[in-house]
C-alpha cells in the first residue's frame, strides 16, 4: 500500500512537471532609462502590468500554453547604452522583441539593423513608448549618416512607436503662439519672434525646427531664435542663467541680429534638465511667456520645483486616451502601484499589449505547433493585423486580453483599443493619438485636448471646465 501511494505521488509530480514544462515562454526585452535624464519607475511598472494583465487572461482560458516574461536592460537615456542593452536582452535572454524609450536610444538600437555588422542583427521588432522626433520612421528623412538615414526611414520595417510625431504637437504650438496677442506679437513690438531653447540631440533638433516651420508658414514675417543646451551637462554644473540671459535679450542667436526681446520662448528639453532650466528662468525674473512640451510633464519636476512652477504651461500628447481600456488600464496600475498614471505611462503600457497581441497573431497566422518558433519577423509582419477596421474592437485588461486571444485563435479580426488611443500602427510605424493643453496647478491638469485622431489637423475636442 505504502508502495502504491509512493508511486501515486511520483505519477502526481512528473504530471506537473509535464505540465509546467509544456508551458512556453516569451520574453520581451525593455531597454528603458533607469538611472539617466528621462529615468521614470512607472514606466517599467505598467509594462509589467501589461505582461502580468496578459498572462493572467491566458491563464484563465486554460487553453494556451503560453506565457510572456520580461527583461531588463537600463538604456541610460544614452545611445551607446541603449545599444548594448538592446543586444543583451535579444541575444543573450532571447527577447522576441524590445521595447526603448528616447528618439536617440530607438535611432541607436534601430541602427543596428543597417550597419552590416551580422552579429548585430537583431531581427526582432522594436517599439519606442516615448520617442517624438519627426526623423523617426519618415521615408523622407535625410542624414549624413547612411546608417542613420536608414535607420530613421525604417525600410526593414522593424520601427514602431505608441507616441506621435512632434510634428503634430509642432503644429498646435505653432497656431497657439500666433493666437495670441497680434498675430503672435505681445510684448508689442508690432513683431513676433519665438525663442527655442531646446536639447542638443535628434528629438531637441527634430521638434525646434518643426516648430520653426510651422511658425515661418503662420507668420513669414516672424524671427525665430534656436538654442541648443549639451546632453551630456552636468545639471548642477550647467550655466543654465547664461541660456536664460541668450534667450531673453533682443540678440538673435541664430543670425547674430538684433531683433526685439521675444513674445515667448519654448522650451524642448528632458525632465532632469527641465528642472534646472525652469529654476534659472524663475530666479532671473524674466517676463517673456514660458510654455513648456511633453517632457516638462514628468513627476520629478514637481518634485523638484513644487509651487514654484504653479501657473506654468505647456502642451504633450495626452495622458489616457477616451473610453473604457483608459479607465481600465487606470485602476489596474493604481492597483499595482497605488498611483494614477503618469505621463507616458500608458504608451509603454500599450507598446507591450500590441506586441504581446501581435505575437498571438503571428503564432496563429504562421500555423506555429510550438510557440516558441515565432522569430521577431513573424511578430513584425502581425503588428498591423491587431488593428484591423472591421475587427472586434477589444479592450486593454486582462477580460480585453482574453477576447483578443479568443478571436485570434478562432481566426477572427480584432481592434485594440489601447489606454492611450487607438494605436493604430501605419505603414511607417506610426500612431496618431490625442494632445493636451497643460497647466500647472499643483499637479498637470490639461486644460483642453485636440483630437488629431479624426482630424489630423488637431482640432479641441473639449474645453475642461473649472480650470
Known sequence: MKLARAASAVLIVCAACKDEAAVTTITIGQVIDRTGSIATPSWSDSIRLAVGTANEALKQQGQSPLRFAVADANSGNAPDMARTGALQVVRKQGAKAVITDSSQDDIAI???????DPSHALEVPVVCMACTSPAINNPAATDADPIKQAALRNGKGWSFRTTMSDAY??????????ASGNKGDVNGDHHLKLGIYASDDPYGHGFADSLKKDILQLAPEASVEQVFHDVKAVPAEYAWGADVAKLTDKRNESTGKSDGVPDAVVVISFPKFEVHFTKAWLDSGA???LVHTHNF??????EALSTSVNGQEGTSQAV??????????????????GQLPAFRDAAAYDAAMTLMLATLHAIHHNHLKAPDHVTGAMIRDSMRAINERNGEPVDAGVAGFARAARLIREGKAIDYQGASGPCDYDVNGNIVAQLARFRVDGSFVDVEKFDCVSDRE??????????
Open 169 to 178: 504637437q509642432a503644429r498646435l504650438l505653432a497656431h497657439m503662439l500666433v
Open 297 to 302: 510633464r514628468a513627476a520629478r519636476v514637481l
Open 287 to 289: 517676463k517673456v511667456r
Open 320 to 337: 489616457l486616451g477616451e473610453g473604457n481600456s483608459a479607465r481600465v488600464f487606470s485602476d489596474d496600475l493604481k492597483g499595482l502601484n
Open 110 to 116: 534601430n541602427m543596428l539593423a543597417y550597419d552590416d
Open 458 to 467: 488637431c482640432p479641441p475636442i473639449r474645453q475642461v471646465s473649472g480650470k
